[in-house]
């Protein structure tokens, strides 16, 4: 079963940002999208443009799961200590 953090994103968050900081690779965006996919079915159609990679911007507050690594690479220096 695969492990998620959760980061509940802040005011200009994009997904790169969020890779970067939980990977230290900015390009392992996809990973992040691929594993919130659920959150289209919940977002008013307006809002759907924050997932397409032309509008990379999130809203704040939004709770995104971040895939877990299996090995060492996942950068956790970063996050607060009850992650």
């Not at 970067?20 to 392992?28: F, G």
């Amino acid at each position: 079963m695969m492990e998620y953090y959760e980061h509940i994103t802040q005011e200009n968050d994009r997904w790169d940002l969020i890779a970067e900081a939980y990977y230290a690779d900015a390009t392992r965006f996809p990973e992040i999208i691929k594993a919130n996919l659920n959150l289209l079915m919940r977002l008013p159609e307006e809002d759907l443009r924050v997932f397409c990679p032309a509008f990379p911007l999130l809203p704040a507050g939004v709770r995104v799961k971040v895939p877990v690594e299996d090995d060492e690479t996942t950068v956790t220096q970063n996050l607060p200590p009850w992650r």
